[in-house]
């Protein structure tokens, strides 16, 4: 049957389906590399918001150890009062971002900061993003989704929707997870 592309291109099956995945390598590097640029500026954040935390311990310590040039400052207390509103600028900044739209097997919301233009959270994003199209299971994230995701593969087997071959590799996927969750966060790494 093949397809036509936008510029008038004609491709068949097997041409459209090579075209499909150099597509989708294309959006999942522009992806890759968009989060980890958004890593880049969130780690840098960070880090330089440390840098004047030490920094400025380290301007109060020398006040206080040479009290003598704290008389010379006219506008010390200006320094601190800008610091400080700097800093509450940031926390309530930090505060008031969009938290993610997933909600947990257990009812309560994921609560991580959600990607810009998205939804979710990077984790939860990057969970839906991997969820097969036959078959639906939760993220595997807790004891919970993982006893629901149990439960799916049950219903599967019972209702004849799945072959016991794969019941059984998702059961031994379900029983990795299982072993595995309480090592697991799905926070961004720092670098």
């Known amino acids: 049957m093949g397809a036509v592309l ?11 389906e090579e075209y499909k995945k150099q597509r ?8 890759d590399a968009y989060h980890a640029e958004q890593r880049k500026i969130y780690h840098d954040a960070q880090r330089l918001g440390d840098e004047a935390a030490v920094a400025y311990s380290a301007y109060v310590s020398h006040l206080k150890q040479h009290p003598h040039v704290y008389v010379t400052f006219k506008d010390d207390q200006d320094l601190h009062n800008k610091m400080y509103d ?12 969009p938290r993610c739209g ?18 979710l959270c990077y984790a939860h994003q990057r969970m839906e993003a991997l969820r097969p199209e036959k078959f639906d299971l939760p993220p595997l994230e807790d004891a919970n989704s993982i006893q629901i995701g149990l439960m799916h593969v049950a219903r599967g087997l019972m209702d004849g929707k799945m072959d016991t071959k794969t019941a059984s590799l ?16 799905f926070g961004v790494e720092e670098e």
């Open 6 to 16: 936008a510029d008038g291109t004609r491709l068949n099956d097997a041409e459209y």
């Open 102 to 119: 997933y909600t947990k097997v257990n009812g309560e919301p994921c609560g991580s900061p959600r990607m810009t233009d998205h939804e």
């Open 24 to 31: 989708d390598a294309r959006e999942q590097a522009a992806t």
């Open 86 to 97: 700097h800093l509450r600028r940031n926390l309530k900044r930090a505060d008031n971002t």
């Open 170 to 185: 998702m059961l031994r996927c379900l029983q990795i997870a299982s072993s595995n969750v309480a090592n697991t966060n």
